[in-house]
């Protein structure tokens, strides 16, 4: 079974740097889906970016970017100019059936 | 946002008892997902709905069951509600395989 793992269940950022979320992931498939997911205390789980496996170039949303290394199964998620509001839990996710979520990374983020 | 309601938001029951929790959407998606959080596990798919009265099991399926009689509402059923059915249980919806999953608000869970 596809499993996904993200190594760090707690970062810690200042506002306005950039921090750098790791996930990696396990699998055989070569065509599948990778997300990032976040959280924040109100519980809703909001979509922050995604990324198809065929594409080479890293997807991009405003300060949201991700590092994909496919030959690494590597999928990390930077965050630039850090805001207050980019304090969540963040969960990586892989898709090629079922959908698998790793553990989750809780972000906090000092003013 | 997706229209994704669920129903209830919050519920507490007591072990032996059933549950049926609801989701609702509007956007008229294909698929449509039950989760579980808990801490330490991120979230895992108890099952899936891939079309009106077509079901199948997720990765922690045993102890519940699940219905979709009309595109828009998809339930899940505890038949009898166990300590270890303690946990925040989220609705999603997607247009396809692939495509990303939309989440509901979340109904928290509590059997004493």
């Known amino acids: 079974a596809q499993t996904v793992t993200q190594s760090q269940p707690e970062m810690s950022v200042q506002e306005a740097e950039t921090v750098t979320l790791s996930c990696t992931y396990d699998t055989s498939e070569s065509d599948y889906y990778l997300f990032w997911y976040k959280q924040p205390p109100s519980r809703q789980m909001i979509l922050v970016i995604r990324q198809e496996a065929y594409k080479q170039q890293n997807a991009t949303e405003n300060r949201f970017s991700v590092n994909f290394q496919k030959a690494a199964k590597s999928f990390s998620l930077k965050i630039s100019d850090s805001q207050l509001g980019d304090a969540a839990m963040y969960f990586c996710?892989?898709?090629?059936?079922?959908?698998?979520f790793g553990a989750g990374t809780r972000l906090t983020v000092k003013p | 946002d997706a229209g994704i309601t669920q129903s209830p938001r919050h519920k507490v029951t007591e072990t032996g008892t059933p549950v049926t929790l609801r989701c609702h959407q509007t956007?008229?998606?294909?698929?449509m997902y039950w989760y579980r959080q808990d801490p330490g596990h991120g979230l895992r798919l108890i099952h899936y709905s891939y079309g009106v009265k077509d079901t199948d099991k997720g990765e922690v399926s045993d102890g519940y069951s699940v219905s979709r009689s009309k595109t828009e509402d998809f339930l899940l059923t505890l038949e009898s509600a166990t300590s270890s059915q303690t946990s925040v249980y989220f609705c999603?919806?997607?247009?396809?395989?692939?495509?990303?999953?939309?989440f509901g608000p979340g109904t928290r869970l509590t059997v004493t």
């Open positions: 996710a892989y898709r090629s059936g079922d959908m698998r």
């Open positions: 999603a919806i997607s247009e396809g395989l692939g495509y990303e999953q939309y």
């Open positions: 956007e008229n998606h294909r698929y």
